[in-house]
Each structure stands twice: as structure tokens, then as C-alpha cells.
């Protein structure tokens, strides 16, 4: 147990008990003699009267007589009130101290002090190294007193992270067992069980840097969602968010998350592997498939050798599958997927992006430049842009830094040409590359991954996390060579008979 009588220091000191009205002149007059601490006030009430006020001198004012302050000063003193000396015993004890001398006095010397910590809501997540686990409990408990009622529960992360969906094994050594919190980041708000789920304060900043580049009405898919640092603000600046993620605690608190934002309308989660949730979004639906409207287009697309304008007939897509809690069926959730675009209620245009704008409750549309008022505002669900993802995706965000470049082999083929509209979607990948790595070791891995060249891609460092090892994010636009080769069957078969009438 930690013993904080042992952090008392005493000090004998002197005061001048003056008239109230005249401490400001007297502190101006005293300047450089006044005790200068940390939150230790050098003018304080008299105990025996509230006329009067100590002000209490520093440490380097040793003698009764004053003599340590030039006579001057003194002279000043005396023709400004009647002052008298007393004596003054101070003890700073261990609330006085920060946690940084605290834990320097009791950790053996020449070791890294343990004060630094990442803050989640009311959870502080310590790193203790090995050599330091034999005082892990009194450095909490340090954590703990120094940073109450802000932190009111402190953890260590146990061993190596093991687990399909990367969360760590946490152990409480201070506080309160209650691993659910709150965290509010760039005015969103995020709940979370800390012990379920993975968070990372540090990201914050990469959070903003990919939403600054998205524009209100456009269409994200999000493969390693987690609860939604991506997805929410993005929702929140008017995108459509497609976010899936493996973990089905991640998925439960994503969808907290959207309507705790309300932005729950703009946010579409789904529960299965990363994979599947792409080729699902990028798959054309039967019914579309078989149009005549579909067949019609590529027609005019022969003909004409530009995109047609219009659909007539084509109804428009709200991808609004239903949620799952754990990955299932996959066959069902593709023939729910499909339903859904073909009982959409709408016809748009088959050039026009997913939405110029967002709209509010009031029906009006903001510029690109972000939704104004409060970002709370609930955005009516029945004015939802409704989105055919195998036509058109804006950015795909993949944070998975671990492994996200083994994803990328999902793109192969994955788009068909004859249904995408307008340009490839960008994508964010992140990594890690140690010191013994280069970005075009990099680069060929995706590419390989790919079996695609990629064109001008973009490498923003992120952060450290470790002394050889740094997380990238990785952007490049998708190589066209990513498109299906194969032309639907049926679509061609039609077209050919449209072609000889």
C-alpha cells in the first residue's frame, strides 16, 4: 500500500498579516518575496479575523526581523499600513504533488516514469512495461488520484492481442469496474464497451483529414468500420455510409452511434467478413441485370458512344439492407439487398451522383462546404438519396492497418464495367511499415494484391507506434484494370436481339 505520509514536506515560513484593502499594493511592493508554488495562493484569509490577510512570504525570507527584504521594500511597507510578522507552517502533503514526482520517488531510479496515458472518456488505458508490472498497482493508483473525477477507471492491456477482431485483454487496477464510456470527438458523440470493442483517441486527427476530403451527397464504404469514427462524421457532413464490420459489438455501437448523431438514416451497417460486404455492395442485382431499361442503355451506349441521360422505368436504390448481428446467410443478405433496389420508388437521373447536398428538416440543401447549424440536427429519413453502389462509389476507407493490403485482392474483377458511372472510387488502405521497409515495397504488395498497376498513389504518415514502426495511409485511385472483363450474359443476348430488330 502506498503510504502518503511520506510525501509530507514542511515548511516553516512567515506571513504579514495586513488590512485586506491594502494586499494588492503590498503583493506589487513584495514582488519577488511572495511564496511562488503551484496552486499554492501567496494571499489567504486570517483565521482570526476577516478584516485582515496573511500574505505569506517566500521560502528565501528565513529571519523574524524581515532582514532578508531590502529595507526599502520594507520602508514602503510600513508607510502603506501597520504590518505585523507571524509565523506561517505549511505542510505539502500528497495531494499536493503531481503524479510525476509521486511515481519518481517510489519507482527505482533511472526508469521511465509511467505518467502519460491514453484517455478514453472515464477509462485511462496505461502501457506499463515488464520491468514496471511489479509496481503496476501503485502506479494506477497514482493515475487514479492525480486525474479523479476525469478518470474513474484505470486499466493495463494484458499480453499480445490475439483475437479475430483485435480487441485487448484488459486488466482494472484502479477505479470503478465499468468498461462502457463515452467519447466525444469532432462534435460527434461515440458510446462504447471498452472491453468489446477497439478505439483509438490517437486517430483523431486522421479521422478529420480523410471526412475533410468527402463531399456532402457522396457515397462511402467503410469494410472495417469499428463503431464509427469514419462513418459517423462522415454521415454528419451528408455522405451515404455503407460500414460494415466483423465484430457484431463493433456493429451494435455503430448503430448506437448513428442514432446518438442522428445520422442513423445515413449510416447503413452491416455484420460479415470485409470481402463479402464489398462484393455484395458491387454486385448488380438480378432484376437489374434483366431490364429492358439496362439493355436500352447500352443500345444508345453502342449508338450514340456516350452514357445515356435518363432511365425510364428504373426505379431508384435505397440500399437498405437489414441489419445483421453475426455474419449468416450470405445468400439471403444478397437476395435482401436485391428486393429492397427493386422495390425503391423513385427514377433519377442515371448520370447524377448520389446527392448535390444533404437535406435537412427544414427541406433545404447545403453547399459541399458541410451541413450548417447543429450537426444533431436529424436529417429526415424519406429524403435519403437513395444509392445503387454497384453504379457508383465515391471512397472506400480501409482501417485495418494489420492487414488491410491482403484485402485489397477483393477489387479484382469486382466492378462491371457496363453499370459504373463516372470515375473509380479512391482508396484509403493503411498500413504499417518498420524502419527496414519502403514505400514501393509497399506499393507492390497492393499491386500485387491488385494484379493492377496503381497510378499516383499517395502515402500520409499517421503516426508512431512503435520505435521501428509506423502507420501509413495508403490512397490511390482504382486501376481500371480492377474492372470486370466479363459482360452479363443475358444482358448481352438481349442486346444482340434488340440489335437485329
Not at 466483423?246 to 445515413?266: C, E, G, M, Q, R
Request: aromatic share 8%; hydrophobic share 35%; charged share 25%.
Amino acid at each position: 500500500m502506498l503510504d502518503e505520509s511520506k510525501f509530507d514536506v514542511h515548511l516553516k515560513l512567515w506571513a504579514l498579516r495586513i488590512p485586506r484593502e491594502h494586499c494588492k499594493v503590498a503583493s506589487k511592493i513584495l514582488n519577488g518575496y511572495l511564496i511562488n508554488r503551484a496552486r499554492v495562493k501567496p494571499i489567504t484569509e486570517d483565521p482570526t479575523c476577516q478584516e485582515n490577510r496573511y500574505v505569506i512570504l517566500s521560502e528565501k525570507v528565513q529571519n523574524s526581523d524581515l532582514s532578508d527584504i531590502p529595507q526599502q521594500k520594507l520602508d514602503e511597507l510600513n508607510k502603506l499600513c501597520k504590518i505585523e510578522i507571524v509565523s506561517y507552517p505549511m505542510t505539502l502533503g500528497y495531494s499536493y504533488w503531481d503524479a510525476d514526482y509521486v511515481l519518481k520517488q517510489i519507482l527505482p531510479p533511472g526508469v521511465e516514469v509511467p505518467t502519460s496515458f491514453e484517455t478514453i472518456g472515464h477509462i485511462a488505458h496505461l502501457n506499463i512495461h515488464d520491468e514496471l508490472l511489479p509496481f503496476k498497482d501503485v502506479i494506477a493508483k497514482v493515475i487514479y488520484d492525480k486525474n479523479y473525477p476525469r478518470i474513474k477507471t484505470v486499466v493495463n492491456k494484458v499480453g499480445t492481442i490475439a483475437n479475430e477482431f483485435r480487441v485487448p485483454e484488459f486488466e482494472i487496477l484502479a477505479g470503478e469496474d465499468n468498461m462502457v464510456t463515452e467519447v466525444k470527438q469532432y462534435g460527434a458523440t461515440f458510446k462504447l464497451d471498452y472491453s468489446l470493442v477497439y478505439w483509438n483517441s490517437r486517430l483523431e486527427h486522421e479521422h478529420l483529414r480523410i471526412i475533410s476530403q468527402f463531399q456532402p451527397g457522396e457515397t462511402i464504404c467503410d469494410m472495417f468500420a469499428g463503431i464509427g469514427p469514419f462513418a459517423i462524421p462522415a454521415a454528419q457532413k451528408g455522405c451515404i455510409v455503407f460500414a460494415n464490420d466483423l465484430n457484431p459489438d463493433s456493429v451494435h455501437y455503430l448503430k448506437i452511434n448513428a442514432k446518438v448523431n442522428k445520422v442513423d438514416n445515413y449510416v447503413r451497417a452491416y455484420n460479415m467478413d470485409a470481402r463479402e460486404f464489398i462484393r455484395q455492395l458491387m454486385t448488380v442485382p438480378a432484376g437489374e441485370i434483366n431490364s429492358e431499361s439496362d439493355v436500352f442503355n447500352l443500345k444508345a451506349c453502342g449508338n450514340s458512344g456516350t452514357q445515356a441521360n435518363k432511365k425510364t422505368g428504373i426505379e431508384n436504390v435505397g440500399l437498405d439492407v437489414e441489419d445483421k448481428e453475426v455474419a449468416g446467410n450470405i445468400t439471403s443478405n444478397l437476395e435482401g439487398l436485391q428486393n429492397y433496389c427493386r422495390n425503391a420508388d423513385a427514377s433519377v437521373t442515371a448520370t447524377k451522383r448520389p446527392s448535390d447536398g444533404c437535406l435537412e428538416e427544414n427541406g433545404t440543401t447545403n453547399s459541399a462546404s458541410g451541413r450548417k447549424g447543429k450537426t444533431s440536427k436529424r436529417m429526415k429519413g424519406s429524403e435519403l438519396p437513395n444509392t445503387k453502389t454497384w453504379e457508383h462509389v465515391d471512397h472506400v476507407i480501409m482501417n485495418l492497418p494489420a492487414s488491410a493490403l491482403k484485402f485489397l485482392d477483393a477489387f479484382r474483377g469486382l466492378i462491371q464495367r457496363q453499370y459504373w458511372k463516372g470515375s473509380l472510387p479512391w482508396i484509403h488502405c493503411y498500413c504499417f511499415i518498420r524502419a527496414n521497409e519502403t514505400e514501393e515495397l509497399i506499393i507492390s504488395e497492393a499491386e500485387s494484391a491488385l494484379n493492377a498497376c496503381i497510378q499516383d498513389p499517395i502515402f500520409h504518415k499517421v503516426r508512431n507506434v512503435a520505435p521501428n514502426k509506423a502507420m501509413f495511409c495508403l490512397s490511390f485511385r482504382l486501376p481500371e484494370a480492377c474492372f470486370s472483363a466479363k459482360i452479363t450474359q443475358s444482358v448481352q443476348s438481349a442486346g444482340e436481339a434488340m440489335s437485329s430488330t
